[in-house]
């Protein structure tokens, strides 16, 4: 699927709730008491000496001085908290760390999260979906809508769940993937890019998921640095690559793809903050 495109900077019209939605979440986000909520529901999760103290600090510190801040889970939840989204697609899913600011602050959402569960991801097992669904459980007793698992390299599964390529035997093999879509919304109200971070790959993720981000729902878009996986040396893989397009100009920075989307997207609103802990970029479409 393309991206789709507009030379014209400026929204002439966006749509009254789209409106609302980006009046909501810029009141909220950043704010102490759902920074404090934030982490309240980061500390409930399960363990992670690795990556956990150092966020719930920064939070807290955050909370403590009294000052607007976020990053990932604290804009999710934010999002979450400002617009009850009906509907979220989660690229990356890891531990569940985003996943549950989401459910905790919308008890309808339905879920779906798209995760390739590697091994020892960020230094710490990746355990998969029986590990993560309980701790949804656990954190957000009080969410009642489904959270759908779609395990595997997100530059399959999510062509086969938008069948936005023909459908043959590969694609029939990946039956829970496809039935999966066929049931959900036709758009999402709130979708983060999170998973794989080489620049091409996150190109793919944004490229498949931009054109199903509903009128007034949010674009969360992860890890805004000056540096992207190539530089590690990982290369991207999908069983669609020889179709699949990337603008020419691609650098091994996802920094430089979140300017590039600012500068393509037309009739979307962007917030964006590069002080965090992580820098994170947010994408509203108005239109
Ligand atoms: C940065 S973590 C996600 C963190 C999570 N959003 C959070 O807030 O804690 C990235 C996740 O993406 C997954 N991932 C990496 N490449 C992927 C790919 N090509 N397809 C699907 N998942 C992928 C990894 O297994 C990992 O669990």
Known sequence: MTIPM??????????????????????????PALNGATADTLEQL??????????IEWL????AKNERRFEIRSALRAIAHATQPRSYLEIGTRRGWSLAQVLAESPEVEAYSFDWWMQSYGGV?????????DEMHRVAPHHRGAVHFLSGNSHDTLPVFFQEVPIGAAELDDELVLRTGEAAPRMFDLVTVDGDHTAL???WDLS?????????????????????DELLG?????????????????????LWLWEHLKEVL?????????????PIGIAVRMR
């Open 208 to 228: 498949d998921v931009l054109p199903y981000v509903s009128i007034g729902g949010a674009l969360v878009f992860d890890d805004l640095v000056h540096s992207a």
């Open 234 to 254: 990982d290369v991207p893989s999908s069983r669609y690559a020889q179709v699949r397009t990337h603008p020419e100009a691609l650098r091994p920075s996802l």
């Open 125 to 133: 097992d990746n355990p998969g979906p029986g590990f993560v669904r």
């Open 6 to 31: 507009t030379t014209t900077a400026s929204a002439p019209v966006a749509s009254p709730r789209a409106l609302r939605n980006l009046r909501a979440i810029r009141a909220v986000i950043g704010s």
């Open 60 to 63: 807290r510190e955050g909370v």
């Open 266 to 278: 037309g009739g979307w609103e962007f917030i964006e903050s590069f002080d965090s802990i992580v």
């Open 201 to 203: 790959g996150t190109w």
């Open 46 to 55: 399960a363990p992670d000496e690795v990556n956990k103290p150092r966020l």
